[in-house]
């Protein structure tokens, strides 16, 4: 639970960071539910597997799809297979359901859009580290109306090795030349939260009911349901 930082303790730590670091997935927009889809259709079509959200936790959420392709095939004993040609159709599948249910199943977590808003937010530098494809962090931040709030977005094609790995999260600090004690990051994952932490940044965990509430309480510094309060 919340024991090591009072929400004081934490309102004080944001207003006097210089830069926040954000997670994409489950931290500004969730977009889980679209996500474990579009790797279903894909496993089913090219090998007739069922690939349920319990398997997208473990093998590919906050982490990018890479490794985790090659961790969850090997697991069922098939190993001749193109990554690249499946994670080619999972995006064709993630773009097709974007446009379908962007209306009706994707959504800003909760509170973010006053919390970008509030002035001393507004004033912070602000950017975006994640394993998302930077065309689909700004084409739905853009649809969401949130996207001007910031700079830009580290993404999987900017670092060689993804979440858990710290990489990402130190490019940020590098592209904002700022140390990690003036800066706060916001992740939601098992692997982007070993990642922030990695990368020596004080973590608010954002807490995602039926998804991460078994790991966030241990690897976050704080956990917040709802980012007004942090207002």
Known sequence: ????????????????????????????????????????????????LDFTREDFMKYISGRGS????????????????????INNQYYVNKKRLIEERIDNEIYLLPGIKDFLMEQKIEEKRKIIVTSSRKEHVKKML?????????????????????????ECFLKGLKYLE?????????????????????????????????????????LADFVIRNYSELV
Request: hydrophobic fraction near 35%; charge should be negative.
């Open 178 to 218: 700022l140390p990690p004690s003036e800066c706060i990051a916001f992740e939601d994952s098992f692997y982007g939260l070993q990642a922030s932490k990695g990368a020596e940044l004080f973590t608010i965990g954002i807490l995602n009911d039926g998804w991460n509430e078994d790991f966030v309480f241990t």
């Open 66 to 85: 890479k490794n985790g392709i090659v961790e969850y095939l090997e697991t069922k004993g098939i190993k001749d297979f193109s990554g690249t040609e």
């Open 142 to 166: 853009t649809h969401f109306g949130i996207w001007k709030h910031f700079e830009t977005v580290i993404d999987r094609h900017d670092v060689v090795r993804g979440k858990p790995d710290p």
């Open 1 to 48: 639970m919340n024991n090591r930082y009072t929400i004081e303790n934490v309102k004080n730590r944001v207003s006097n960071s210089k830069a926040l670091l954000f997670d994409f997935d489950g931290t500004l927009v969730n977009l889980d539910k679209l996500n474990v889809d579009s790797f279903s259709l894909v496993f089913k079509e090219m090998f007739n």
